[in-house]
């Protein structure tokens, strides 16, 4: 593979002459064409395109749920690249379903993927007629502004898709074991489970913390 960032070639997009030219932001990356195409079906391929399939179709599952909490990328990478790489070795072992598709076959997946660690000690609450997140903030406090914001990616455990919810960091209400994220959720009991990821995102588009969708009760 070689990078070209010539004149000539700068506009081409496609193939010609045994080489294919791919357009990467600002720049043209020539490969050369693959002549012997085979179908390998080695036990260690097999894994590793069961882990691809899986990451596809979760991401067409989550994508316009969990894209901006996707920060942490190469410089010519996309959210989906970023997306792939951090969940591939655990979508080895998952079953994510194209046609019967429910939000516990995610579990396990990053949802978000920053710079910033995963918050530690995250619990639940009904209270205050909506739904609260309890969150450990350490990592944040120092970095964290007012119009930051504090996302959740939040299904019930049948249901077929997730929904996310916002709150501004400074709505964040102290508790003795954390701060209380209260989003605006309702008709959902005590004791019923839940799929949930939960992270942070700036308000400048920069910055956010990496998450794991998780079954919470």
């Avoid at 996707?70 to 979508?91: C, D, P, Q, T, W």
């Avoid at 898709?161 to 960091?169: A, G, N």
Wanted: net charge positive.
């Amino acid at each position: 593979m070689a990078i070209s960032k010539s004149l000539i070639l700068r506009g081409m997009n496609g193939s010609m002459a045994g080489m294919t030219f791919v357009k990467q932001q600002d720049r043209v990356v020539v490969k050369e064409k693959a002549t012997n195409v085979r179908n390998p079906r080695t036990a260690a391929q097999q894994v590793q395109r069961l882990g691809m399939r899986n990451c596809v179709r979760a991401w067409q599952q989550m994508r316009s749920q969990i894209v901006s909490g996707i920060r942490k990328k190469s410089k010519y990478g996309s959210a989906y690249n970023s997306f792939v790489h951090e969940n591939l070795e655990h979508a080895k072992t998952a079953e994510v379903s194209k046609e019967d598709f429910v939000v516990e076959q995610v579990i396990g997946f990053k949802a978000s993927i920053g710079t910033i660690e995963e918050f530690k000690g995250i619990g639940t609450t009904n209270g205050g007629g909506g739904y609260g997140v309890i969150i450990k903030t350490e990592n944040i406090e120092n970095i964290a502004k007012d119009d930051d914001e504090i996302v959740l990616l939040f299904a019930t455990t049948e249901s077929s898709s997730f929904q996310q919810f916002r709150v501004r960091y400074d709505s964040l209400q102290e508790t003795g074991t954390g701060k209380l994220a209260d989003f605006p959720i309702s008709g959902i009991g005590f004791e019923e489970p839940v799929i949930f990821a939960v992270w942070f995102e700036s308000s400048d588009g920069k910055m956010s913390s990496t998450s794991t969708i998780c079954r919470y009760n």
